[in-house]
């Protein structure tokens, strides 16, 4: 999955720096990449088109049983076994299964931290407390997801992932990024909601594995985490509520365009005496 997950950022990211990030070699990931696909994977991708046009079909209803039933109707013999296992691996469940999952989620306070941060939002250098949250910006399409990371020492968003679903990816590709940007941090602390994404394991291991201390803000409590919020409302006031964006694409570059060439390097932040989040760090000789 690692791999997977590297091949569809590499677009986006080095290879080499999301390998070393994520905590896997490159010659492991370029040797998986450039293997010929065999014939037994290519079977796979075959099946796993046909299970997933069923599955959707069923508007989701339809677990591994009623699947290989419709196969086999279908004049396609295959083991239960193999239907469940591509299903598992491509993230198909049914609707019972998520409302299940959703509730045990409900229960559990695994990878739920504390708030360590306490709503103090300044910090006396950079790299040493970060804030993260998610938004959504509406399009033609659907909704585009945004996930940001601020350093609170100059107010500059060191990391961002965009992509049509809330997924785990998101929080991932932002933080790849932000730890791309600012090297190796030592005694950070990363501070989030209690979103999934923040809870997920993988992320979780990518901050352990980073030497980053984890807060929380208090279940539904918008105003620990007043400084990511203040920014989205600055994002969507002076830039995307004045758009009609018919398409994703036309969003993302949109959002691309004032992070990176104006919020980030050009707008004057009152927080910082009217400098630029740059320009700050420039000027406190910052990296």
């Given amino acids: 999955m690692k791999y997977a997950f590297i091949r569809a950022q590499a677009e986006h990211y080095p290879a080499r720096m999301l390998c070393r990030v994520l905590g896997v070699s490159p010659s492991g990931y370029y040797g998986w990449r450039d293997r010929p696909e065999s014939p037994r994977s290519q079977a796979n991708r075959v099946l796993l088109v046909e299970i997933e046009t069923i599955h959707a079909m069923s508007d989701r209803t339809y677990g591994y049983p009623r699947v290989h ?8 013999s295959h083991g239960r076994g193999r239907i469940a296992r591509l299903m598992r691996q491509a993230g198909l469940k049914t609707r019972v299964q998520v409302l299940r999952e959703r509730s045990r989620r409900g229960r559990t306070f695994e990878h739920i931290e504390t708030n360590k941060l306490q709503r103090d939002f300044y910090a006396a250098q950079p790299n040493q407390r970060w804030v993260s949250d998610i938004t959504h910006i509406p399009t033609g399409e659907g909704w585009l997801y945004l996930a940001t ?4 020492y100059s107010r500059a968003i060191v990391g961002w992932a965009m992509d049509s679903r809330p997924a785990q990816a998101l929080t991932i590709g ?33 901050m352990q594995a980073n030497g980053i201390e984890c807060s929380m803000s208090r279940k539904g409590n918008c105003w620990d985490n007043a400084a990511m919020e203040s920014f989205f409302h600055t994002l969507k006031t002076e830039r995307t509520h004045h758009y009609h964006y ?12 004032y992070i990176e060439m104006f919020y980030n390097t050009r707008r004057r932040h009152s927080y910082l005496n009217y400098m630029s989040p740059l320009d700050y760090e420039k000027y406190h000789n910052a990296p």
Avoid at 69 to 76: A, K, N, P, S, T
Avoid at 149 to 152: A, G, K, P, V
């Fill in 69 to 76: 039933v419709e196969l086999r109707e279908r004049g396609r």
């Fill in 149 to 152: 990371i601020m350093d609170l």
């Fill in 174 to 206: 932002a933080l790849t990024m932000a730890l791309w940007r600012r090297g190796r941090v030592k005694g950070l602390l990363l501070h989030s909601d209690q979103g999934a994404q923040y809870r997920a394991a993988d992320y979780h291991a990518l």
């Fill in 246 to 257: 018919r398409a994703r694409d036309e969003a993302r570059q949109s959002v691309f365009e």
